[in-house]
């Protein structure tokens, strides 16, 4: 059966396992090791216990350089087959390469353990365990050596995917030509796509782009740098006025740095697969990849607008990468908006779906609320405060809920300033939520000041206590406007 006739096959039959394996180990021996590992992992889903199978994954991920899920995948055969000495020896292979010379020995010893006589063993573990720098690859007997399945350059016959050494001729096993083809017979459709019209260069086009990318992607790291720099709570309420903008770049820098790395990884694959559905060749894959990244780092620079702006940082992806797309690929208008709709639909569900993990769906249920209430005036709820002439005092202490049970717990910290004269001997601070006390602090250097997370729906106590001729001056901060009651 002809290779892509095997493909083919395989596409139409997924549950034929035989085919399949049969199509892994030849992508396997052709160097596709990315394509075989699709397939070898949908191979262990079906037959978890299939000994070959874990040794071709595993080599496939030592190809790869994936050192650490190949370890996986052969430390759980020996945890089936624990006397496998080829397993072992693979697995020893795999350490060494990581770097773990010394666990490679030790696998080395349990193999001779199990035989004494097995080739080069003894030689392999008193090279393991010298003292000395690691030997060039040669002397180690190459990146195969040590149990790894062997993969040599070689040919994958066209007629029939048998491998094949690159010195042969003619295939060993049909005998058929081993010439590959040189690429001289245009793609389908060639000569329609190169009439499309361009506003620009492809050259200028891509160099454009790369740079747009490069700098929204400095961009980004720069706005995650300034979030995560902005410090503690404490830092954030009392340093200025407790903006909600504020609390939600500070609340929201994991969620966001999430869906941006997301949409990173996702909008280039959504692009190629959009493309896909018009046919082969309509946008090559490092295309896919410059258009996709210079769309996401934009979107995640858009993430960080002011939460009453959100709807139109939103709306402006959408609508840019349509323009993106058409300045920066080859196709047609038409070809397009086509691409343009299928992705937009693959990537919104995509970057919903990352934000939601965090967040729920409370931020979309609820943003009209949220949206009203970031838009008003932050410098008129930020502070409450009061004076007392003498202690002991209790004061009732409210806030204002935004509308929006996300933005009240993303704006909860609220910090509590306490100022007393420190003559007068300590002071004892509680916070009550009920009849439950939520902090207990005994106090005697002032300005005294503490954060609690409050629920903005809920009413609590600011109880002081001291010696009775001590003025006191409370302040409160919050995004969610306090209220001090006497």
């Not at 773990?100 to 365990?129: F, H, K, N, S, Y």
């Amino acid at each position: 059966m002809h290779y892509s006739e095997l493909a083919r096959y395989v596409a139409e039959h997924p549950d034929d396992f035989e085919q399949r394996w049969r199509l892994a180990k030849h992508l396997y021996m052709a160097c596709a090791y990315r394509e075989a590992l699709g397939h070898l992992r949908e191979l262990q889903r079906g037959r978890p216990d299939h000994l070959n199978v874990s040794r071709y994954l595993a080599a496939t991920y030592y190809r790869l350089g994936m050192y650490d899920e190949a370890e996986g995948e052969l430390r759980d055969a020996l945890a089936r087959r624990p006397d496998e000495i080829p397993v072992q020896r693979q697995l020893a292979r795999v350490l060494e390469r990581a770097g773990r010379r010394e666990e490679a020995a030790m696998v080395w010893q349990r193999i001779l353990e199990q035989d004494p006589d097995i080739p080069g063993g003894r030689d392999t573990l008193e090279r393991l365990l010298s003292p000395e720098s690691e030997l060039d690859e040669a002397r180690a007997g190459g990146p195969d050596s040590g149990g790894a399945i062997s993969l040599k350059p070689g040919i994958v016959c066209p007629g029939c995917g048998a491998y094949n050494d690159d010195t042969n001729e003619a295939c060993w096993q049909c005998g058929g030509s081993l010439q590959q083809d040189d690429g001289a017979t245009p793609l389908p459709e060639a000569s329609a796509r190169s009439a499309a019209p361009a506003m620009a260069p492809p050259w200028l086009r891509t160099v454009i782009s790369v740079l747009a990318t490069v700098c929204l992607l400095a961009l980004s790291v720069h706005l995650t740098l300034a979030s995560y720099a902005m410090g503690r709570d404490e830092v954030m309420v009392f340093s200025r006025m407790p903006t909600v903008q504020e609390f939600v770049h500070h609340e929201l820098l994991i969620p966001r740095l999430f869906t941006g790395l997301a949409l990173l990884l996702g909008w280039p694959p959504a692009l190629w697969i959009a493309a896909r559905t018009l046919g082969p060749g309509r946008m090559t894959g490092g295309n896919a990849l410059v258009i996709g990244v210079l769309l996401a780092a934009g979107s995640y620079v858009l993430f960080w607008a002011p939460l009453h702006l959100m709807p139109f940082a939103l709306l402006l992806p959408g609508v840019g990468s349509l323009f993106v797309i058409i300045m920066a690929s080859t196709l047609t208008f038409a070809q397009a908006v086509r691409v343009w709709i299928i992705q937009g639909v693959i990537v919104t569900v995509l970057a919903a779906g990352a934000f939601a993990a965090f967040q729920g769906v409370y931020p979309f249920s609820e943003f009209p609320a949220a949206f009203k209430y970031s838009s008003e005036d932050d410098a008129e709820r930020a502070e409450a405060r009061a004076s007392v002439d003498r202690l002991p005092v209790r004061i009732p202490v409210t806030f204002e809920s935004s509308g929006s049970t996300w933005l009240d717990a993303l704006c909860s910290t609220t910090g509590f300033e306490i100022d007393a004269d420190q003559s007068a001997g300590p002071v004892l601070v509680e916070l009550h939520h009920g009849d439950k006390t939520v902090y207990r602090e005994t106090v005697s250097a002032f300005p005294y000041r503490f954060t609690y997370p409050v629920d903005a729906r809920a009413a609590y106590t600011l109880e002081i206590s001291g010696a009775e001729a001590t003025p006191t001056r409370i302040r409160v901060r919050s995004a969610l406007r306090p209220r001090l009651s006497r």
